[in-house]
Every structure is written in C-alpha cells, then in structure tokens.
C-alpha cells in the first residue's frame, strides 16, 4: 500500500495539502466562534447550531446550479477566489453589532460558495493521483490533516474565544483563509480545466442527473449523506450541551476521526476495507444512544470519540463512487458528494437543533443517532437485495472489493 511519505513526492500534492490545511483551520475555529456567537447572543440551541452547519444547507443550491464549474474552470484560479470569497465573508460577521439575521444571511452565503470548493479541490487531488492507485490513501491523508487540525483548531479556537471573545476569532479564521488563498497562488500550476465547455446550471443538472441516474451510485451517495449529516446534527449540539467544553467534545471527536482515517485508509487491506461500510457507520451514531442519559463531560467525550471512528466509512463509499464514475466526471461526482453531504449536514443540525429546542440537547442526540442507525440499516438492506439479485448494483458493488 502507498505511503504517506510518497505521496509528498507528486507535483503540487504538497501545496494543495498545506492550502487546504489552512482552510480547514479556518472553518475550524470560525465555526466554533460563530457556534458561540450566536449562543450568547440568542440561548437558543436551534440558532447555534444551524450558525455553525445551517450554511450547509445552502450547498443544496450549489449542487443544483454551480457544480458544473468544477470540471469546467481552471483549478487554481478558482481555488483561489474561493479563499478570497470566504475570507470576506468570515470578517464580515465579525463586525459589532451585525443583527443575528445578518449573520445568518452572510454565513449562508458563505455554504454557497463552498458548494463548488469540495468538487474543485477533490478534483484536482482526483487528477495528481490519478492512474496509480494513490487517490484513497490521498484523500486518507487529507481526511488525517483534517483531523489533526480540527483537534488543534478546536482546543485552541476553545481557548481563544474564552479568552478574548468570539469576534477576534473570527477575524483570525479571516486570515487563515487568505493564508489559504496565497499558498494555493505560490504553489499550484495553472492547468487547463479537465472538461471543455461553459459551466452553467443546465450544464450541473445534466451531469447531476447522469450520476444519480445509477442505481449503484445513488445508493453510495445515500450512504455518504444521510447517516454522516444525522451524526454532525449530533455534533451541532455541543455548545448547548456543554457550553463551556464544547471544543473539548468538538476535539475529541475530531481525534476519533483521525483514528478512524487512519486505519481505513492506511491499515485495512482492500478485500476487508470494502465490506466496513455498513459496519462504520453503524459505530458512527451508536454511542451517541448514551447520551440520553446526560453523562459527565468525560464519557461524553469517549463517546464522541469512539463514534467519529466511524467517519472513516466516507473513505470506503468515495472508493466504490470512483469505481462507478466515468474519469471526466469526476470533479463533478466528488462535488455532488461534497455538496450533498454538507447539504446533509445541515439539515441534520437543523433537525437536531429543533428537537433540541423542545426537549434537550441530550435527548435531541439520542433520537438523532436512532434515526441514522434506522438508516443505515435500510440502505445496508436495499444493497444486499440489489447484490442477492445479481442486479447491476450488486455487481457494481462487487467489483470494488478488487
């Protein structure tokens, strides 16, 4: 299996490594600021958490409208205008006195734009790894990166707010994100874009409609939305669940992460990796069932932990996608993944917060994790009935597991 060590070796893997790094450090401690922000400003759990993942949401109507882009435009000039774009909008919502409305609005802006970020950049890592097998322990590494940043940026951005306040936390994310920008201008070519013509919104819906009209594939990004975007609902419930160690919980479930990308993509040997996603994503939601009994900042902690192991399904469904996708789709098949997840993401913080809002944090979380392990459960049925039958989904299924 590749190395890690190796993949540093690939033209311009190192500069779209590090620009990435930044961007992730600045959602990181910008999310966890706004996250704070707006409870503060409102002690409403359904506000606090849709601050933080609502803009995901917005990513629906990126997927439907922009995605298109991520084949069509140049990489790096994009990649770039993106950074600029949300260095804009994260001091924007740092102003005082910027009503909550406001914020809200800007920061759904800002899930706007990412929409076309994840298929632009995971395309262009799609395209340096191409051809040599190297693309999962790639992403793999990334997914680490993000991991390790998200532990450091939570634990550090959890200090920072409580020391100075979440406005200069955010103007700091600012930065990171324009650090972002100039690191992909010094260190990426200049390539060509991977597919010819206009990007435009009938263009995104035809190619949308060419990937989700497979069975195979619909199914795998099903199990890359749903059950992933219910379990961050949990995560959106941090801060009301414990409002002065959030960015502990947020930590240790970024460690967990980390432990779980590590594995599946370092560690497992292609025939078992195949066979884990059900597995995975049935850990990701189930220690979260405990939290309806309200534990201690400590076992809530091991929870969240233990239960992010569980993200590194995402490493094995992104495999199968690949396998079932065309090569000059593929910028915009990670996109729609991206894009949908986020989209996902959202809304399971948004149906989380609301539950939260009537009840608890606590019980919030515990019927959030039901309803993922409900659907886990229904896709992991569809799929065994697709492969018992022979259709075209088992044997696409099948052929990832070489």
Do not use: K
């Not at 779209?16 to 999310?31: K, N, P, R, Y």
């Not at 260095?87 to 740092?94: G, I």
């Not at 010819?196 to 035809?206: D, E, F, H, K, M």
């Amino acid at each position: 299996m590749t190395g890690y060590r190796q993949l540093f070796r690939t033209p311009e893997f190192t500069p779209l490594f590090l620009s990435s790094a930044a961007h992730t450090a600045a959602q990181t401690v910008s999310g966890l600021a706004l996250g704070t922000l707006v409870f503060q400003a409102t002690d409403s759990p359904l506000l606090s958490a849709v601050s933080m993942f609502g803009p995901s949401l917005a990513q629906a109507v990126g997927a439907t409208l922009l995605l298109s882009g991520a084949d069509r435009l140049a990489p790096r000039a994009t990649l770039i205008g993106l950074s600029l774009a949300f260095a804009v909008t994260t001091a924007a919502v740092a102003l005082p006195g910027l009503p909550v409305r406001a914020v809200l609005a800007v920061v759904l802006l800002g899930g706007l734009i990412a929409s076309l970020g994840g298929g632009v950049r995971w395309g262009l890592l799609n395209e340096l790894l191409s051809g040599d097998g190297t693309y999962l322990p790639g992403r793999s590494l990334f997914n680490v990166m993000s991991g390790l940043t998200q532990v450091t940026g939570y634990a550090v951005g959890g200090a920072l707010v409580t020391a100075l306040a979440p406005r200069p936390v955010l103007l700091l994310a600012a930065l990171l994100h324009t650090v972002a920008a100039a690191v992909a201008r010094l260190g990426l070519t200049a390539r060509p874009p991977r597919a010819t013509g206009r990007p435009s919104a009938a263009a995104t819906l035809r190619t949308n409609a060419a990937l989700w009209s497979s069975r195979p594939r619909r199914l795998t990004y099903l199990g890359l939305w749903v059950p992933n975007g219910l379990v961050v609902g949990c995560e959106a419930l941090f801060v009301p669940y414990a409002p002065d160690a959030a960015g502990t919980l947020f930590a240790c479930a970024a460690l967990g992460m980390l432990v779980g990308d590590v594995t599946v993509g370092r560690f497992v040997p292609p025939a078992l990796r195949a066979r884990l996603a059900t597995p995975l994503l049935l850990l990701l939601a189930t220690p979260y069932l405990l939290f309806v009994l309200r534990p201690a900042l400590p076992v809530a902690a091991g929870c969240a932990a233990l239960a992010s192991v569980g993200f590194g399904a995402s490493l094995v469904q992104q495999e199968r996608l690949m396998a079932l996708t065309p090569a000059e789709l593929g910028g915009q098949a990670l996109g729609l993944h991206s894009a949908g997840m986020g989209t996902m993401q959202g809304v399971g913080a948004a149906v989380a917060g609301t539950v939260a809002q009537l009840t608890s944090a606590a019980t919030a979380m515990t019927v959030t994790a039901l309803t993922s392990l409900a659907v886990t459960a229904g896709l992991a049925l569809a799929g065994g009935r697709a492969e018992g039958t022979g259709s075209p989904a088992g044997r696409a299924r099948s052929t990832t597991r070489g």
